[in-house]
Nanobody, 124 residues
Framework: QAQLVESGGGLVQVGGSLRLSCAAA????????LAWFRQAPGRDREFAAG????????YYNDSVKGRFTISTDDAKHTLYLQMNDLKPEDTAVYYC?????????????????WGTGTQVTVSS
């Protein structure tokens, strides 16, 4: 239970920033590839950013590249997503996810562990 727990969502204006956190249990953080996905109502869950198990490869969806930054605090077993220059189309529930295989997948079905999400709303 509660292997991954997201926090940090909220309501922001266009152009604003938020920092999301994902507190992870050891068994879902150490030696695991980590990723952020997002899902708006009526849409498929969409890959936003990912970091491989070895922490040397980072991938971003083109829609967030240059605005979002994925990172970890390994001592705290925490995954972060710094989101800058937020746009209305960034409005979604954001989820962190984990899997053992050592490369980033952009497919939600490839991940084995999920948080329950945190809402991000960007208003104009």
């Amino acid at each position: 239970q509660a292997q991954l727990v997201e926090s940090g969502g909220g309501l922001v204006q266009v152009g604003g920033s938020l920092r999301l956190s994902c507190a992870a249990a050891t068994q879902t953080f150490v030696d695991h590839t980590l990723a952020w996905f997002r899902q708006a109502p009526g849409r498929d869950r969409e890959f936003a950013a990912g970091l491989n198990r070895g922490r040397i490869e980072i991938y971003y969806n083109d829609s967030v590249k240059g605005r979002f930054t994925i990172s970890t605090d390994d001592a705290k077993h925490t995954l972060y997503l710094q989101m800058n220059d937020l746009k209305p189309e960034d409005t979604a529930v954001y989820y962190c996810a984990s899997r053992r295989l050592d490369y980033v997948s952009q497919r939600a079905i490839d991940y084995t562990d999920w948080g329950t999400g945190t809402q991000v709303t960007v208003s104009s």
